[in-house]
């Protein structure tokens, strides 16, 4: 993927909690890797006799909650170069899910100040400000329409509610401005372009990256049901992961992460447990059915201790056990998670 990106260009996909996705596609699949529409395909079976309760007696009758809603699952950096000062400025996606908000421009964030070392941000006014979504209670966002640093100028085309492009143009490109826009000449010579290839479903997100003539082309899918997430390349799942809570346990929530890179599929197992406070990992176990690297999360249950809901230890693959929060300071405010 980094041999379409132009030499002022990074971009890294993370997807799933902090996945880096630098993905290596496998040729062959693992047999236990299906295919993704074998994922939509198979239904959940709860074993012979079992009984899925309506919630976590330890938790009040609370159900477990997946981990999507607190993590950036789609995550998405492109450098637009140096600005004057020297500090590199960029374009970031972060979403937790996805939304109709997903498919504007106005979810982008931009790490760089307005009208300052060197950049040069332009609004849209043919378009009205979007209130966008998020875990808080939303923003107003105000479209842009252009965005101008010294090593690159960005044209954002909206084409519907469902599609937009990123238009990137060298320095020697871009001309004199006419009314409130800069004028281009030629083609650009990158393109980010960001659709919804299912609508009016709001479920997938496929982003394009287009240079010298070639494709290079990455889908997101998401179940909110199922609570499934999966990222295709060219084509080729490559990322999927899924919770649930055991069916046997409604105290236990299960997530499994498939991720392929090296041609081979890597398996990742978290274990979630319900407690008075609320919900924590117990357990890590990577490569479950080979080696089985198990880490191990113990928590102060105490509730009439200092460190009451802390993290105690942390019993790591190689047998290490390792202490936390140990400080007998009953006002101590820092709690290290896993």
């Known amino acids: ?4 990106i132009p030499a002022s260009f990074t971009a890294r996909f993370v997807l799933l909690g902090g996945l880096l996705l630098v993905i290596l596609v496998s040729a062959r699949p693992a047999p236990e890797f299906l295919s993704l529409t074998e994922a939509l395909a198979a239904p959940v079976v709860h074993s012979p006799g079992s ?9 009040g009758g609370k159900q477990l909650t997946s981990t999507n809603g607190r993590l950036a699952n789609v995550l998405m950096y492109i450098g637009l170069g140096h600005l004057a000062e020297g500090r590199v400025a960029e374009i970031g996606l972060r979403e ?5 908000d997903i498919y504007t421009p106005e979810v982008l964030g931009f790490s760089m100040p307005n009208a300052r070392n060197g950049a040069e941000m332009i609004p849209d006014d043919s378009r009205p400000s979007r209130r966008i979504r998020d875990r808080v209670g939303g923003y107003l966002a105000q479209p842009l329409r252009q965005v101008k640093v010294p090593e690159t100028l960005l044209d954002i085309i909206v084409s519907s509610p469902w ?6 143009y060298h320095p020697d490109q871009v001309g004199a401005k006419r009314g409130k826009l800069y004028e281009l000449v030629g083609e650009p010579y990158a393109v980010y372009r960001f659709r919804n290839p299912n609508p009016p479903s709001a479920n997938r997100l496929e982003i394009t990256m287009i240079q010298h003539g070639k494709e290079d082309k990455s889908e997101y899918f998401y179940d909110p049901k199922l ?5 295709t390349t060219n084509g080729q799942e490559v990322v999927r992961k899924r919770s649930e809570v055991n069916p046997g346990n409604p105290c236990e929530l299960i997530e499994t992460r498939l991720v392929t890179a090296d041609s081979k599929v890597v398996k990742t197992v978290r274990i979630f447990k319900g407690f008075p406070w609320g919900q924590e990992i117990v357990k890590k176990i990577e490569d479950p059915e080979g080696e089985a690297k198990t880490t191990t999360f113990q928590y102060f249950e105490d509730r009439n201790g200092p460190h009451y809901s802390f993290l105690k230890t942390t019993i790591h693959p190689d047998g290490h056990v390792e202490q936390h929060n140990q400080q007998p300071d ?8 896993p």
Request: net charge positive.
């Open 163 to 168: 599609e937009y492009e990123l238009r990137f």
């Open 330 to 337: 009953p006002t101590m405010r820092f709690r290290k998670k």
């Open 227 to 231: 609570d499934f997430w999966s990222l």
């Open 96 to 100: 937790t899910e996805i939304t109709a």
């Open 51 to 59: 009984v899925v309760q309506s919630g976590c007696p330890t938790l």
């Open 1 to 4: 993927m980094r041999g379409f």
